[in-house]
């Protein structure tokens, strides 16, 4: 059964433009010890609490490391991402980036309320071919389907710099295994990290160079 607090009323969340009126809300949430409050929409992914899946990626993916310095967040929704790294790492550049037109302006406002000047938002189609993430965060949209999936995450994990790495968080039952092989399949390296409460973080690196 979906989740009626992670499926928005009306519409799909990787829509461009949901469907469902918009009702602002706040969302507040405990991470690092300090309560922030993000504002949430309807339309958006998990618009009514902080999911289950970024919860466990924002405490148990490895530490921002200085080599992070450009950041991505592929997916924003609302921005507890983008923003929670920001203010781990202020040194750091963080793009996030969303489809929906609403989610990154959820974004933008969340992160100038909780003072992550180094967030930017973009649309995907904005975002320059030729610029390289040394890490991606992301709680990848599932229900797009699986070509649709595999498509978007080939795309942006092309994207890793060199020693670059992504943190990825699936449920197992809606395919984190498959997808790892995926991964694998297309020359990642995939490391399986945590796994709690129905919810597994893959660590993935870039594709491996051909030998010489």
């Not at 959820?106 to 909780?114: G, I």
């Not at 449920?171 to 390296?189: I, M, N, Y």
Request: proline share 8%.
């Amino acid at each position: 059964m979906a989740d009626p607090a992670v499926q928005p009323a009306g519409g799909q969340y990787f829509e461009a433009e949901p469907a469902a009126a918009s009702s602002p809300r706040t969302v507040v949430v405990d991470i690092d010890g300090t309560r922030l409050g993000f504002t949430t929409d309807s339309g958006v992914f998990s618009p009514g609490r902080l999911d289950a899946g970024t919860r466990l990626l924002l405490a148990e993916a490895p530490p921002i490391v200085d080599a992070d310095r450009r950041m991505l967040d592929l997916g924003c929704g609302w921005g507890p991402i983008a923003c929670v790294a920001a203010l781990r790492s202020p040194a750091a550049e963080v793009l996030a980036v969303d489809v929906n037109e609403r989610a990154l302006s959820l974004t933008a406002k969340n992160a100038a309320d909780q003072g992550a000047t180094n967030v930017k938002v973009a649309h995907p189609d904005d975002v320059d071919p030729g610029r390289r993430f040394d890490r991606i965060l992301c709680n990848p949209p599932i229900r797009i389907g699986k070509p649709a999936l595999h498509e978007l995450l080939a795309v942006w994990l092309d994207r890793l710099a060199p020693g670059g790495r992504a943190h990825l968080v699936v449920q197992r039952h809606l395919g984190s295994d498959s997808l790892a092989r995926w991964l694998e399949g297309r020359g990642h390296s995939v490391t399986r990290l945590a796994s709690k409460a129905g919810y597994r973080i893959l660590e993935v690196g870039p594709v491996a160079a051909p030998a010489p």
